[in-house]
């Protein structure tokens, strides 16, 4: 169903909880090209478009990629000829084939093979024809190959949502961060360039500094979580998946409760470290030698989920290095690496275990948010998840706007794209609360964003491995031969630390989410037959109250 067309219709459609005004266009989308190589911005005033098409938003992309969903062979022969005729080939990702095997081979049924293959997405490569002749060649231009190849196809045909943009996503946790990124003492005139306090949403900006909700090394005198399921009870725990950036080393996080790097048929899920000791410090860039903005951003959600049910088995399934960025195709494959997970472990085979809940803290901005049929890529394999019995979870974003973000948008909502269906379980969006219990400043908000949760100054577990360049600002040692210094802001050898953004109440809720399922559980309420658990796990979402419209 098609989305409000001004920002004053959608004001009256809105519920009252919306707060207004919300800017349209997240800050991220003008800062994302100098961050990532090889993207581009879609302007809708220069963007090649088509007469009587949904309407055009900005957003970003990768330069020379496009996503193929299905590999139908009308999809597949169209999108060859359109290139073909602009003067382009397709090279196809290395792996399509192999993970084509993988599922002629893996055992399921013939429904579950058929739904998982109509889901699977590939990536393709845009490169020029190779002619000597015509040694320099025109730009590559992505969307306007995919403008062509919708034509061709008709915008009514079932296969014009097959093939679609690459976008990169983004964990988004309060840009822009001022301790890491980007080197605030190097880059460039950091005293007066640009504006530090105005731009963007000055308001938010102190939740990025230390002692006001940004990231910083803390203690924790309390006790670990105690579980409620005694040694040797053969009660069920629930499963949680992180898709996220991996779960560090920490005490309340060892081998019993964490599964980390999952793989299905051998292959792994989500994507490998960068190496051991990028993975132990939390330090890609060896010349400064910070923490990235994003790193220990995966463990930080995995203490969340520990504390609100200590007795989950979280998968940790690395999605992004301590970036926070990530192609949307690696995304949908490690989804659909998931759904084929979770599909065997249904049909009884040896050695995976059903998951219960996802935790998804990252999203991007659709060019074309109102037609669902342009972003089935994405929905696919989360569409599969809850008929499943998955309860898939996601941060609303940290943007302070109004705008849809994906996945957050696909929650169900009286004018969105997705409708709420008995037989799936709906994905649920969060937003952040500050301490207080007011909404935090940098959260998005809408009417997909059905739940609320603490998100700011939050205080979570932390890889014991970070210790990086940043020092103390004074140390000496005392005449007791004593070491006495500041505090140093990025020794996280404590195991904790404060946090803020709505990756971190989404993990909570999620958290909160398997809690009222194990109770069900230990009431041997516990089928992992889909039908079973989808009503089961809606049960649980109904009983917990949404925001008041």
Request: hydrophobic residues 40%; negative net charge.
């Amino acid at each position: 169903m098609a989305q409000p067309s001004s920002n004053g219709d959608q004001a009256a459609r809105e519920p009252a909880h919306v707060t207004q005004p919300l800017s349209p266009n997240p800050p991220y989308l003008r800062e994302f090209a100098d961050e990532i190589l090889n993207v581009r911005v879609l302007d809708p005033l220069t963007a090649y478009q088509v007469k009587d098409q949904p309407g055009i938003r900005p957003t970003v992309f990768v330069a020379d990629t496009l996503l193929v969903r299905g590999n139908h062979p009308d999809t597949l022969a169209n999108l060859q000829q359109v290139a073909a005729d602009a003067g382009f080939q397709l090279v196809w990702d290395s792996r399509n084939d192999k993970d084509q095997a993988l599922l002629r081979r893996a055992k399921l049924t013939d429904e579950q093979r058929a739904a998982l293959q109509d889901s699977w997405v590939s990536r393709v490569k845009v490169v020029p024809v190779d002619e000597p002749a015509k040694a320099v060649f025109k730009p590559i231009d992505t969307w306007r190959l995919l403008q062509a190849y919708r034509v061709t196809v008709g915008f009514d045909s079932p296969r014009s949502g097959d093939v679609g943009l690459e976008h990169p996503t983004s964990t988004a946790d309060v840009r822009p961060n001022p301790m890491t990124s980007p080197h605030p003492m190097t880059s460039p005139h950091p005293m007066t360039s640009p504006h530090p306090m105005t731009s963007p949403h000055p308001a938010t900006t102190p939740y990025v500094v230390p002692g006001w909700g940004g990231r910083q090394p803390v203690a924790w005198l309390g006790q670990a979580p105690q579980g409620v399921i005694a040694k040797g009870e053969t009660t069920r725990r629930p499963v949680v998946a992180i898709l996220d950036s991996g779960i560090g080393i920490h005490p309340w996080l060892m081998d019993k409760a964490v599964v980390r790097n999952p793989k299905v048929m051998g292959e792994l899920i989500g994507i490998p470290p960068v190496s051991v000791k990028a993975d132990l410090s939390g330090v890609m860039d060896k010349l400064v030698g910070e923490l990235e903005a994003d790193s220990g951003h995966g463990t930080f959600m995995a203490g969340l989920i520990r504390q609100a049910c200590p007795d989950a088995v979280l998968l940790g399934i690395r999605l992004f290095h301590d970036d926070g960025v990530v192609a949307e195709g690696e995304l949908l494959r490690s989804l659909n690496l998931l759904v084929l997970r979770q599909m065997l472990a249904l049909n009884g085979v040896k050695g995976y275990e059903t998951v219960d809940v996802v935790a998804l803290s990252l999203g991007y901005y659709h060019e074309q948010p109102e037609d669902l049929a342009f972003d089935a890529l994405l929905y696919s394999p989360l569409r599969l998840l809850g008929e499943l019995g998955v309860a898939v979870v996601v941060s609303a974003g940290n943007e302070a706007t109004g705008r849809p973000a994906f996945p957050a948008s696909f929650a169900p909502y009286p004018s969105g794209p997705v409708q709420d269906d008995p037989a799936r379980v709906p994905v649920s969006t969060v937003g952040a609360k500050n301490p207080d219990g007011t909404i935090a400043l940098f959260s998005n908000d809408g009417p997909w964003v059905q739940y609320l949760r603490p998100g700011a100054a939050l205080v979570s577990t932390f890889p014991i491995t970070y210790n990086a360049s940043a020092q103390a600002s004074n140390e000496l040692v005392n005449a007791y031969g004593e070491i006495r210094s500041g505090l140093d802001p990025d020794n996280f050898s404590s195991g904790f630390a404060v946090w803020s953004g709505t990756s971190f109440a989404a993990p909570y809720f999620a958290g909160q989410v398997a809690a009222l399922l194990l109770k069900r559980y230990l009431q041997k309420d516990d089928s992992a037959e889909p039908g079973k658990a989808v009503a089961r796990m809606r049960k649980v979402l109904a009983s917990i109250p949404v925001r008041p419209e």
